[in-house]
């Protein structure tokens, strides 16, 4: 049972791996963690940490918090909407267990768990969002401000999210519909959470027309991370990402 469980988590860590890096990177590592190489593989000038347990793989900290804010982001979004069945499994990554490699390091910058546990704990509780909207407010300035602390290059991160929102999309829809609903609201959060990033690049022409083009960007999402009946095709998307990574 150990082993099919290893073999498990395995593949959903190459799954991630997918993702963000390149086909040579990833066979880098899966020779590597074949091989059972003890410490830390470097992989290209942004660094991947795996260790000798690839369940212990480790983004570098402002990609993860990138990552965790993307979900908290549409999770509280799908909160307000009062839609908290959809909201569940997205507040869940700064608290459950399953996540705690996302969150590995976050406590020195402030990151204020016991906020999101009150958050979770509410939804819980079928609490409103009305009834706690000081609590959701608190829970998304605690991630702007962990942002502002672990600082780290722009560019890159937005990079990041809208390759990772472009993958979660194209998951999401098939036969001109969607098909994965959880992937389509990843996506959208991982476009806010792109924006926030864009109005703080240090160039404030360049941030001002990277805005302006995410800005675009998302109104694809016509209903926020509600379901649409008519959602727009991924090569739609793409395209639009493409846009915003010319400005970069």
């Known amino acids: ?32 963690s074949f091989l059972n190489i003890k410490g830390l593989i470097f992989v290209n000038a942004n660094a991947v940490e795996i260790n000798s347990h690839l369940s212990e793989r480790i ?6 918090l990138a990552f965790m804010s993307g979900h908290v982001e549409v999770g509280i979004e799908l909160y307000k909407l009062n839609e ?7 507040l869940l990554h700064p608290v459950s267990e399953t996540h705690i490699e996302e969150r590995k390091g976050l406590d020195k910058l402030g990151f204020k768990e016991d906020v999101f546990r009150q958050v979770s704990n509410s939804l819980d ?11 959701l407010l608190e829970a998304s300035n605690n991630l702007s401000e962990m942002a502002e602390k672990i600082g780290g290059e722009r560019k890159e991160i937005i990079r990041f999210l809208l390759k990772l929102a472009y993958e979660e999309y194209d998951l999401s ?46 109104k694809y999402w016509i209903k926020g991370p509600l379901p649409v009946e008519t959602p727009v095709k991924p090569s739609t998307i793409k395209n639009a990402i493409e846009s915003v990574l010319k400005q970069l």
């Open 59 to 64: 983004l570098p900290m402002n990609f993860r």
């Open 125 to 135: 509780n079928n609490q409103t969002a009305s009834e706690i909207d000081s609590l």
């Open 84 to 90: 908290l069945k959809m909201a569940a499994p997205h």
């Open 1 to 32: 049972m150990q082993l099919v469980m290893n073999c498990i988590k395995f593949f959903q860590d190459i799954y991630i791996l997918m993702k963000v890096f390149s086909a040579k990177n990833i066979l880098i590592v899966l020779i590597s």
């Open 173 to 218: 829809f098939s036969e001109n519909k969607i098909v994965n609903l959880a992937e389509y609201q990843d996506a959208w959060g991982f476009i806010k959470v792109a924006s926030y990033h864009a109005k703080n690049i240090s160039d404030q022409k360049v941030a001002k027309v990277v805005d302006r083009e995410i800005k675009k960007l998302r």
